[in-house]
C-alpha cells in the first residue's frame, strides 16, 4: 500500500493516530482534526481519505485516488464557509443563488486547493457555514453507493457553523449511515457546541517548525530558498502566516517595524504614526496585527538577548536590540509584551484602529519615561 502519509509535513503524532487508528480496523464515524491555521489539517484528511480507500480493489484503486485528488463526489464531499446569495433562504442549494462571478471565484479557488493542498481557500464574504450547507449532507448521505468503501465529508473551518447549522449536523452524526466518515477541520474547537465535540474523535495538530514551513514554501509554493528560510522563523508555525507576509513585502515589513520602534523611542510620535499608517495601508486590520506581532517578536528578541539567547527573529538588526538594552536594561520587558498582546487582541473586538495605533506608539514611547 502506498504511504499517502508521506505526503503531510511533519504532524507525526497526528499520523500516528490515524495510522493506529486505520490498523486496530476500528474507524470511527467523525473526526476532529484542531489546531492552528496552516499547519496541515486538510492535506492529512486528503491523505486519511485515501488511506480508508486503498483496500479498494487493486484494479480501480488509481482511479479511486484520482477522485478523492479531484475532491470528486461521492468519494469526497468538502463543506466549506460561503457567501450568501441574493434572496436566498434556508431550502436552497448551497449555491443556487449565488452569482456567476461568485461561482467562477469558488471553482477556481477549488482548482488551487487540487493543485495545492496547503492553499488556503478565500472567498469574498464567506463569512459562515450556511444551514443550506449542512441540509446538503444529509441529501448526500440518503444515496447509497455499495461501490465505495468510505465516503468523506471534510467541513472546512468547522467553527463557523452557527449554533442552528451544528444542530443540525449533530443529526447526521449521531446516527450516520455505515461507510460515512465526518471530517471537521478547525482551527477554534471551542466554538463547537459539546455534543458535537464528543461524537468526534479528536486529532491534535500542532504548529510546524520552520524547517517545516521552508519545505513547504518551496515544495508547494515555489518560493525562494533565502526568503523562506527567512521567513519561517517569524510564522508561528503557520504555512499561512508565512505566506501572508511574503505578499505583503515580509524585509519592507521588518524595516518599518525597526522604524516605528526607533521613532517611538525617540518621542516622534507624528513620524512614528505616518510610517505605522503608511504600512499598513491607512490601518487595515490584517496588517496592523501583522506589525504589533513583529514589534512583539523584537521585544522579545531583547529578552532573548539579556538571556544571552542567541536565537533571534531580527538577527540583521541585532545592532537595535543591543542599544535598547544598553539604554533601557531596566525596562520589565514581558509587562510590555502582555500590553502589547492585549492591543492586538483589541483589533478583532473592533476597537478603532487609529486609536489601537496610537496606543501602540504611546506603549513603546512610555518605556523612555525618566530616561
Known amino acids: 500500500m502506498q504511504d499517502f502519509f508521506n505526503e503531510i509535513v511533519n504532524q507525526n ?41 486503498s483496500n479498494t480493489n487493486t484494479k480501480n484503486a488509481d482511479a ?21 446569495g441574493k434572496n436566498e433562504t434556508g431550502d436552497d442549494s448551497p449555491t443556487e443563488k449565488l452569482s456567476d462571478d461568485v461561482l467562477e471565484t469558488i471553482n477556481l479557488e477549488l482548482q488551487k486547493k487540487r493543485d495545492n493542498l496547503y492553499h488556503k481557500i478565500t472567498i469574498e464574504n464567506a463569512n459562515s457555514i450556511k444551514i443550506n450547507s449542512i441540509r446538503d449532507i444529509k441529501r448526500f448521505i440518503a444515496f447509497n453507493y455499495a461501490d465505495v468503501n468510505k465516503r468523506i465529508i471534510i467541513i472546512l473551518e468547522a467553527h463557523l457553523m452557527n449554533e442552528e447549522a451544528q444542530n443540525a449536523l449533530l443529526k447526521s452524526l449521531e446516527e450516520p449511515p455505515e461507510g460515512i466518515v465526518f471530517i471537521l477541520l ?30 513547504i514554501l518551496q515544495k508547494f509554493f515555489k518560493i525562494d530558498r533565502q526568503i523562506s528560510t527567512h521567513v519561517s522563523k ?21 524595516e518599518t517595524t525597526i522604524q516605528i520602534l526607533r521613532y517611538s523611542l525617540g518621542k516622534r510620535y507624528f513620524t512614528a504614526y505616518n510610517a505605522l499608517k503608511e504600512i499598513t495601508n491607512d490601518f487595515s486590520n490584517a496588517l496592523l496585527k501583522m506589525i504589533i506581532d513583529l514589534i512583539i517578536k523584537w521585544f522579545d528578541d531583547t529578552y532573548k538577548n539579556k538571556s544571552s539567547y542567541d536565537n533571534y527573529y531580527f538577527k540583521d538588526f541585532l545592532d537595535t536590540i543591543e542599544k535598547f538594552n544598553n539604554k533601557f536594561n531596566s525596562v520589565d520587558i514581558p509587562n510590555v509584551i502582555t500590553n502589547l498582546e492585549r492591543l492586538k487582541e483589541l483589533i478583532d473586538k473592533n476597537v478603532s484602529l487609529n486609536i489601537i495605533s496610537l496606543c501602540l506608539i504611546f506603549e513603546i514611547a512610555a518605556i523612555t519615561i525618566g530616561k
Open 13 to 53: 503524532t497526528a499520523k500516528n493516530i490515524l495510522q493506529s487508528i486505520y490498523n486496530s480496523g476500528r474507524v470511527p464515524h467523525a473526526f476532529l482534526f484542531f489546531g492552528p491555521e496552516g499547519v496541515g489539517k486538510f492535506n492529512t484528511a486528503i491523505q486519511f481519505a485515501k488511506i480508508l480507500n
Open 64 to 84: 479511486v485516488i484520482s477522485k478523492i485528488n479531484s475532491f470528486f463526489e461521492p468519494y469526497v464531499k468538502l463543506v466549506m464557509p460561503l457567501p450568501r
Open 186 to 215: 478547525t482551527s477554534d474547537k471551542n466554538k463547537l457546541l459539546p455534543t458535537i465535540l464528543s461524537r468526534c474523535w479528536q486529532v491534535d495538530f500542532e504548529p510546524l517548525q520552520p524547517n517545516d514551513i521552508e519545505i
Open 234 to 254: 517569524f510564522a508561528d508555525g503557520s504555512v499561512y502566516k508565512a505566506l501572508q507576509l511574503i505578499e505583503n513585502d515580509f524585509e519592507k515589513l521588518l
